[in-house]
T-cell receptor, first 114, second 110 residues
């Protein structure tokens, strides 16, 4: 059983460009959350998708948008890239049902904005 | 609001025990613990839900005190493989937005 997968692994973009990151959740998981992790910091919640809709959003500008597909996979889009967007972007898939709750991170996409 | 972890860093010798604390100013529904090694993604250790006080995972266990809005991670008989940064994440609702602390750097030396 494959865990959470993300692509690409690394990405270098220029300021002002747009980027799309992809995530496939662990089998059986229906919720995908995206996090941004700057060097030396904990992951910061961007948003969460469930049933193809954005369910919750953290303190990130509208330049950050996402999508979830019927197969639960997800994309994170970032427009008008800034140097400060350079970070590790983590996708986490999760399953929650009453007393059962698990969340696993993917390997991440390292985005560098120059 | 970000949970507060303590200590910020700790060095252990193999076989020693450690406790990492996590506290929040908000009422908690869940506490998540992850370990992250340099250059890798965080690895799931355990999640404690409201109503559950303690959970174990091999030699790593955790407790959750809802009234004090605190959780502690217990590492017993530490191994070299335990080295990494431990993150506490807190959830305040039934949905799964998790807010992470800045982490505790743990180094186990021979």
């Amino acid at each position: 059983d494959a865990g959470v997968t993300q692509s690409p692994t690394h990405l270098i973009k220029t300021r002002g460009q747009q980027v799309t990151l992809r995530c496939s959740p662990k089998s059986g998981h229906d919720t995908v959350s995206w996090y941004q992790q700057a060097l030396g910091q904990g992951p910061q919640f961007i948003f969460q998708y469930y049933e193809e809709e954005e369910r919750q959003r953290g303190n990130f500008p509208d330049r950050f948008s996402g999508h979830q597909f019927p197969n639960y996979s997800s994309e994170l889009n970032v427009n008008a890239l800034l140097l400060g967007d350079s970070a590790l972007y983590l996708c986490a898939s999760s399953f929650f049902s009453g007393e059962s709750y698990e969340q696993y991170f993917g390997p991440g996409t390292r985005l560098t904005v120059t | 609001q970000q949970p507060v972890q303590s200590p910020q860093a700790v060095i252990l010798r193999e076989g020693e025990d450690a406790v990492i604390n996590c506290s929040s100013s908000k009422a908690l529904y869940s506490v998540h613990w992850y370990r992250q090694k340099h250059g890798e993604a965080p690895v799931f250790l355990m999640i404690l839900l409201k109503g559950g006080e303690q959970k174990g995972h091999e030699k790593i266990s955790a407790s959750f005190n809802e009234k004090k809005q605190q959780s502690s991670l217990y590492l017993t008989a530490s191994q070299l493989s335990y080295s990494g940064t431990y993150f506490c994440g807190t959830g305040s609702g039934g949905y799964q937005k998790v807010t992470f602390g800045i982490g505790t750097k743990l180094q186990v030396i021979p």
